[in-house]
């Protein structure tokens, strides 16, 4: 890695523990070396455990929560009958479900959701410390959506074949994260609205969204790189690619060159397809 200052290592570091931590790695195995390695800068007041798993924030959760995501869980593709995107955009204006709405300053439904679109893309969540400091059209973030725009032209996409939706619906504070139990019942309305839009292909962009597509407890790392699937609806199976969150790239932009890769997958996809 070459001779490196302070500054620079610690920088290395911290873009190193981010992309650990947006693949979905959250501790790191204690071993014989790393015990030898504290105890040589006297660390012994910091016995026990070295780290603490991302997933136990993932994983807290009420009863009263639980039993409204077990309802809401029977709801999954909502009534085929009545439904529409509309129907969808009510009840997450209204939505209660789960912890998230006692923090929320406001929610995003989505953008240019219409039948007929050829992609779309789902990311993670919109933080922001003030709902009346973003524009209503602002989905990932302000840069983030001007990174997204950049990557459509970049394949050649018009951006009306194009919508956008987070997994998490609320526009939560900035610290704020949601938990397996917000993300599960907020997959509801997610699933609702890719049936109703079909979609030839979806790109998911980050963890949680990777994981409200998916299911999947893989890291992103292991999910990156080719082809996944969802079945929805009546049967109907929509190929899905995952890559980083644009946020995550911003913060790391060694790392574009590899969503530069999926992004090209999906534009091949649909020149083919």
């Given at each position: ?31 014989d ?108 973030g ?10 459509l ?30 993300i ?5 309305y ?52 995952v ?5 995550f ?25």
């Amino acid at each position: 890695m070459g001779k490196m200052h302070l500054f620079e290592y610690l920088e290395w570091i911290t873009g190193l523990l981010n992309y650990h931590r947006s693949s979905g790695i959250g501790s790191y195995p204690r071993n014989d070396g790393v015990d030898r390695f504290l105890m040589s800068v006297d660390s012994r007041q910091h016995h026990g455990t070295l780290s603490r798993s991302h997933g136990d924030a993932l994983n807290a959760a009420d009863s009263r929560m639980a039993a409204t995501a077990a309802r809401k869980g029977n709801l999954d593709e909502g009534d085929a009958s009545t439904e529409s995107l509309e129907t969808v955009r009510s009840e997450i204006a209204s939505c209660r479900a789960c912890s998230l709405c006692e923090q929320r300053i406001g929610y995003r439904v989505g953008g240019g959701l219409n039948s007929g679109v050829r992609l779309m893309l789902v990311g993670d969540w919109l933080r922001c410390p003030d709902e009346l400091s973003l524009p209503g059209n602002v989905q990932f973030g302000v840069e983030e959506d001007r990174m997204v725009s950049r990557m459509l032209e970049a394949i050649h996409l018009e951006k009306d074949k194009v919508c956008v939706a987070n997994a998490i619906k609320c526009v939560v504070p900035d610290g704020c994260e949601p938990t397996s139990l917000d993300i599960m019942t907020c997959e509801s309305y997610l699933r609702r609205q890719i049936t109703l839009i079909e979609p030839e292909i979806i790109c998911g962009m980050g963890l949680v969204a990777a994981k409200a597509l998916l299911g999947s407890p893989q890291p992103l790392s292991r999910l990156r790189g080719g082809f996944h699937s969802i079945t929805v609806g009546a049967g109907k199976r929509i190929p899905v690619v995952v890559t980083y969150h644009p946020t995550f790239l911003l913060q790391n932009p060694t790392m574009k060159k590899a969503a530069w890769t999926d992004l090209q997958r999906i534009g091949k996809y649909l020149k083919t397809y």
